[in-house]
Each structure stands twice: as structure tokens, then as C-alpha cells.
């Protein structure tokens, strides 16, 4: 089952922007973990209401967001490459690789996880068009995706909502102890997003 956009929120919360009577912040954590989170994210994605990365900005203390195609200045984000963290992109390339403990464990530094967040469209562009992470390695997680309802319309196994791609993440590099309250935050953004197209599933 996929999500479709039928209508304009009225009334939402300007933090999860889901209306107000279905505000999931209470379920928002505030996680302090070795690793970084770069959310690059489309000027335009985040007018979405089913936006789900920038919940993970919200939870991820150590995380910020950088916004591309807001103008027609470049994005440079060659700053984000500093020697103290292992940089990854977080992209399913060709050359992409699995991301699994034992790929973590090869390399002592904390990871940086750069996010393109956007529709696929827009994500790539981050992977191409930023001539300066050329050399940064790409990962993909390429567990199926088992959940019987999604944000919105998936085009590979694999797909998953931001949030949700991120949680799954972050369980590899640093456990399940920090994995599971992201995903608790992701079911209730998927559930109020739910409600307010009158779908009721029966299980998550």
C-alpha cells in the first residue's frame, strides 16, 4: 500500500507537518551519536508533508541540513570532507557498497553520512552533479523493504522512506538501542499520515 497526495494538511505542525491533531513531536528522541548525519535535501522536497528526513535533523543531535535548489547558486559542500570522519554517501549506485557491520568495523574514525533527500530525481543530482564528492564512497543497504504500507509510492525492493532508510542505517553503524526510537518516530509518521487519508491499516 503507497500514499498518495490527495489534498493540502490544514492546520499542520510546523515541526512534523502533520495536523496538529496528530502531532507525532512527542515521539521525536534526541539521540547523541558518534556518527554525523548531512541531510541534502531539495528546496522543494521540503514543502512536502511527507517529508520524513527532516524528523531525522530533529532527533539526530549530531546531524545538520544543507538545502539545494533554492537559487541558482551552487551548493558547495566540499567542507563537508574533513580527515576526523569517514565520509559516506548515502546512494545505491553501481559502484555502491553494502552497508554492514563488517564494512563499519574496516575503519575505526566515526562515519559521516551524507543523505541526498528528495524524490529519485532529485537525489541523483547530489550524487552526480557535486563533482566534489566524487571520491566519497557510496553505500546502499539492500535489505528488501518488508513493510506492507509505505509513505509513498516505492520503485525498487529496496525503497524507503528517508526516515526510515536512515533508521535502518544508523542500527548497522551504532545498534539497535539507537535504531528502534527512530523507527517508533517513523511508524508514527506513517500512522498519522495514514489517519489523515482515512487509511486504517491493520499492522505496520
Keep these: 500500500m503507497t500514499l498518495e497526495r490527495k489534498r493540502k494538511t490544514k492546520d499542520p505542525c510546523p515541526v512534523c507537518f502533520l495536523n496538529k491533531s496528530r502531532c507525532v513531536c512527542a515521539f521525536i528522541p534526541k539521540l547523541t551519536l558518534k556518527t554525523r548525519l548531512c541531510l541534502v535535501v531539495h528546496a522543494k522536497e521540503l514543502k512536502r508533508t511527507t517529508n520524513t528526513g527532516r524528523l531525522a535533523i530533529e532527533a539526530l543531535v549530531n546531524s545538520e541540513m544543507r538545502i539545494r535548489g533554492a537559487d541558482q547558486n551552487a551548493l558547495d559542500l566540499s567542507d563537508l570532507l574533513t580527515p576526523q570522519y569517514r565520509t559516506l554517501m548515502f546512494y ?68 524507503m522512506a528517508t526516515l526510515q532508510a536512515i533508521a535502518e542505517a544508523i542500527g548497522i553503524i551504532e545498534g539497535d538501542a539507537a535504531k528502534e526510537p527512530l523507527m517508533k518516530l517513523y511508524r508514527a509518521k506513517l500512522e498519522g499520515t495514514l489517519q489523515g487519508r482515512g487509511i486504517k491499516p491493520d499492522h505496520f
Excluded at 95 to 103: C, G, I, N, P, S
Excluded at 133 to 147: A, E, H, Y
Aim: glycine share 2%; no cysteine.
Design 92 to 159: 545505491p549506485s553501481d559502484d555502491a557498497r553494502e552497508l554492514t557491520a563488517e564494512f563499519v568495523a574496516e575503519d575505526p574514525r566515526p562515519i559521516q553520512l551524507i543523505v541526498p533527500d528528495g524524490n529519485w530525481r532529485q537525489a541523483s543530482k547530489v550524487h552526480y552533479r557535486h563533482h566534489e564528492l566524487k571520491d566519497v564512497p557510496r553505500v546502499m543497504i539492500k535489505t528488501p523493504n518488508q513493510s506492507p504500507v509505505h509513505m509513498r509510492a516505492e520503485t525498487t525492493a529496496e525503497g
